[in-house]
């Protein structure tokens, strides 16, 4: 089974000298396709960091990060711009809509920029935005739209197309339980129908619908609940 | 466990014997908290003994059928209208281990937390599981009233699980900040060692 994210010994640190900042320490995290897999710890402890660095927002320290085989630092700035808009999905912390762009338009923008026909992007935006809830706000501006609306046009954003990767930085922040409850059921359908997803959040319940649930603490992971699709598979090789 | 008032509010439905009274409990609370069918006849011959059942004969195959008293329908009302006693919680193992770690030297709670964080997350990806997947997610579970009740008890699991992980989350941020203030009060350069630097500092 091929990992679809790969962080391979990846240390990030911020800044030098008195203000340096390690905020990754010689991480390994791999999310496989078909894999749900939380990531949770306190504030500070570098969750958007692995998150950022496995989007290709930024760049490790030591160590490599591969997403579908590819070392992203091999990618260059532009190819990793373009793994962005067709294979990653990212739903950031803080939404980053634009705000002079429609529900619908920030949802289809990605693929508008990557040479949808616009009709073909809009479409595909209307059905994500159908899917998290809010079809009928397709029209609204960020403005016009509650914190939690607003979230899910990220996170429409985030699943429209045929992503592999679903990166999502605390995606229930802003939503009420049931709300949350339905977006992870729509997270956890996208990683069932083979995509591989990494979900930051605070909280315990949501991050209960992982495969794998991985704990940091001060940049490094000290502990991982769950099962591991590789492992589970060596242990039945074993008992064969 | 209140098994004598659960099984006194099953008989309410309507007669039934030993095994049915055991099979319907689980039925509601998906065998969280499996009853043993001796621990269903003991209880049985106590409230009968109370006068709060009675057999009412036995059916074809020798089982004796139970229903409930008028007194029997009194204490079933009684327990729904009376909440839980809050007053005396029950005893809860963690919060004493926890207790118990942070004061008995040598023992790296931390690593307590930890350990209990992974458990109870382990538990809690269980549970949401079975709410995902299990006769709790079946398109029948809104209709039938006991697939309802099973699925209840699934969220009350959930809870406790939930504030379990927030309570040691909790305490660990806490441990930290009491560790962080120890090593602030401590001057650069002197021993580290010292299990009470706090109190050595107040001392000097
Ligand atoms: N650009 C930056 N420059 C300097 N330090 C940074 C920078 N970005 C993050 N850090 C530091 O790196 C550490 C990890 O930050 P990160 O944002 O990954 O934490 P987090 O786990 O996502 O926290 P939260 O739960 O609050 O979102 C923190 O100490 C933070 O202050
Ligand atoms: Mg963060």
Redesign the interface.
């Known amino acids: 089974m091929s990992a679809i994210l790969e962080l391979a010994d990846v240390t990030r640190i911020h800044g030098s000298g008195a203000t340096e900042v390690r905020a990754l320490r010689a991480v390994h995290f791999h999310a496989h396709a078909g894999e749900l897999v939380a990531v949770m710890g306190?504030s500070g402890s570098g969750k958007s960091t692995l998150l950022t660095l496995a989007g290709g927002l930024d760049q490790p320290t030591h160590g490599a990060v591969r997403v579908e085989g590819v070392d992203l630092a091999s990618l260059g700035y532009k190819g990793r711009a373009r793994m962005r808009r067709t294979s990653i999905g990212y739903v950031f912390q803080d939404f980053n809509l634009i705000p002079a762009l429609t529900a619908a338009e920030n949802v289809a923008l990605p693929r508008e920029l990557d040479g949808a026909r616009a009709g073909v992007a809009r479409r595909a935006a209307l059905q994500a935005l159908e899917e998290v809830g809010i079809g009928e706000l397709a029209d609204r501006f960020p403005d016009e739209m509650s914190g939690g609306q607003q979230q899910r046009v990220a996170i429409a954003r985030a699943v429209v197309g045929e992503r592999r990767l679903i990166l999502a930085d605390e995606p229930t922040g802003a939503l009420d339980t049931d709300t949350g409850e339905e977006i992870l059921?729509l997270l956890?359908a996208r990683c069932d129908a083979g995509a591989a997803g990494v979900l930051v959040t605070h909280?315990?319940?949501h991050?209960?619908?992982?495969d794998r649930?991985v704990?940091l603490r001060d940049g490094v992971v000290?502990?991982?609940?769950?099962t591991d699709p590789a492992e589970s598979l060596l242990e039945s090789d074993a008992a064969r | 466990m209140s098994v004598r008032q659960a099984l006194l509010a099953l008989l309410e439905q309507g007669p039934m014997y030993g095994y049915q009274l055991r099979a319907e409990f689980e039925r509601r609370t998906g065998s969280t908290w499996p009853l043993n069918v001796g621990q269903v006849y003991t209880t049985l011959a106590r409230l009968e003994r109370d006068g709060l059942v009675e057999g009412t004969g036995t059916d074809d195959e020798g089982h004796v059928i139970y229903r409930v008293t008028e007194a029997g329908e009194d204490e079933v009302a009684a327990w729904f209208t009376t909440p839980v006693s809050r007053s005396h919680p029950p005893r809860d193992e963690l919060a004493i281990k926890l207790a118990l770690a942070v004061t008995v030297p040598g023992v790296d709670v931390g690593a307590v937390i930890q350990g209990q964080r992974t458990a109870t997350m382990a538990a809690l990806q269980d549970y949401t599981r079975l709410k995902r997947t299990g006769r709790a997610a079946l398109p029948g579970a809104a209709t039938d009233p006991a697939d309802l009740a099973w699925s209840l008890v699934l969220d009350s699991l959930v809870f406790a699980a939930e504030a379990e992980i927030r309570w040691l989350d909790h305490c660990e941020a806490r441990l930290r900040r009491v560790a962080a203030t120890r090593d602030d009060v401590r001057r650069p350069g002197e021993a580290p060692a010292a299990e009470n630097a706090t109190d050595k500092a107040a001392r000097r």
């Open positions: 306190p059921r956890r909280e315990a319940r991050a209960a619908w992982a649930v704990f000290v502990d991982e609940s769950g």
